[in-house]
């Protein structure tokens, strides 16, 4: 299952997003994310994060830069129990292609 890039703008514009889990690297992700997006490195997505504790039920979309290690956090989640958890469409890497805004300003990443 996956949403659209303009489908999860218009969600972050009416306040009513989803969490969204950037699961790059830091140094990825600290170039530019989708707005409001936490930072989660694919290979910490296994542990259950604060963030990820407080996000526990509710819609997660997941993304990366290309697709694989978004696939391979949603499993991680999946298996941790998460259970609405969309990838984005063309991940960073489409929504770039789409012109959609990206903010650059460090969100606090989840830490252990």
């Known amino acids: 299952m996956s949403i659209q890039a303009h489908d999860l703008l218009?969600?972050?514009?009416?306040e009513s997003a989803p969490l969204v889990v950037d699961v790059r690297s830091g140094w990825e992700y600290r170039q530019g994310f989708v707005p409001g997006a936490i930072n989660l490195p694919f290979w910490r997505s296994w542990l259950l994060n604060q963030a990820l504790k407080d996000g526990f039920g509710k819609p997660l979309v997941v993304y990366c830069e290309h697709g694989p290690r978004a696939s391979l956090a949603k499993l991680f989640l999946r298996v941790r129990g998460f259970k609405d958890i969309q990838l984005l469409k063309g991940?960073?890497?489409?929504?770039r292609k789409h012109g959609l805004p990206i903010e650059t300003q460090h969100q606090e990443?989840?830490?252990e």
């Not at 218009?10 to 009416?14: A, D, K, M, V």
């Open 10 to 14: 218009s969600l972050i514009e009416s």
């Open 91 to 95: 991940h960073m890497l489409g929504w």
């Open 109 to 111: 990443a989840v830490r």
